[in-house]
């Protein structure tokens, strides 16, 4: 089983609609999760971090399923320049610092 | 504003030369990393350093090395490129301390090896 794995997608959806990404994680004793988005040809950058109670910035929403071991990330009203790539990313157990990033989601919002 | 800078955007070499990659953040901070990216594998983790003249091997260090001689400078070295090597460089840099582990990016060097 991979470390951190994603559905690559892609997700071709219209906009206004609310899309989701499962990721799930084989680690049981990582603490720290996020989600960093990645456009075309850029590199990546923190979109939001996810914390056991589940968080909300605007139009996106993470949560954290310790118990199954998935993190997820829901996006409402999606726009055109949500087009991009997610990347899921989970720090190796025990406090590490180091992360290990999933190989990404492609979502594509069309007229 | 943080940033993060790479030495190159893009960058050709010969099978068997000798690469040097720089990467130079402003931030003071004590962590830094090499990725390559490439389609289908997604960032992996080559190598990183939490402090000065420290280093540690990541997921797939072999064919290359570091150095980090001054805090705010890391740089990968490929010792005899190979065609196996072309791919997207990235550095990034992070703080340590609970919470603080979000990774800043530079933009990446794209290494082709002909």
């Known amino acids: 089983r991979k470390e951190v794995e994603q559905d690559p997608g892609p997700f071709n959806v219209p906009e206004g609609a609310t899309v989701a990404f499962n990721c799930t994680y084989s680690?049981?004793?990582?603490?720290?999760f996020f989600w960093y988005r990645q456009d075309c040809r850029k590199e990546p950058k923190l979109l939001m971090s996810v914390y056991s109670s589940g968080n909300e910035d605007g139009r996106f929403t993470a949560q954290l399923n310790r118990a199954s071991q998935y993190i997820s990330l829901l996006i409402r009203d999606s726009k055109l320049s949500d087009s991009a790539t997610y990347l899921c990313v989970v720090n190796r157990g025990g406090g590490s610092y180091i992360p290990t990033f999933g190989r990404g989601t492609s979502l594509i919002v069309h007229p | 504003d943080v940033k993060v800078t790479q030495s190159s955007r893009y960058l050709v070499k010969r099978t068997g030369e000798k690469v040097f990659l720089e990467c130079v953040q402003d931030m003071d901070h004590e962590n830094m990393f090499w990725y390559r990216q490439d389609p289908g594998l997604g960032l992996r983790l080559i190598y990183f350093?939490?402090?000065?003249?420290?280093?540690e091997k990541g997921d797939i260090p072999e064919g290359y090395s570091v150095s980090r001689e001054k805090k705010e400078r890391f740089s990968l070295i490929l010792e005899s490129a190979s065609t196996n090597q072309t791919s997207m460089y990235l550095c990034?840099?992070?703080?340590?301390?609970?919470?603080?582990?979000?990774?800043?990016f530079g933009p990446g060097t794209r290494l082709t090896v002909t």
């Open positions: 350093s939490y402090d000065v003249k420290m280093k």
């Open positions: 680690n049981s004793a990582s603490q720290s």
């Open positions: 990034a840099s992070s703080t340590t301390g609970f919470g603080s582990y979000e990774q800043y």
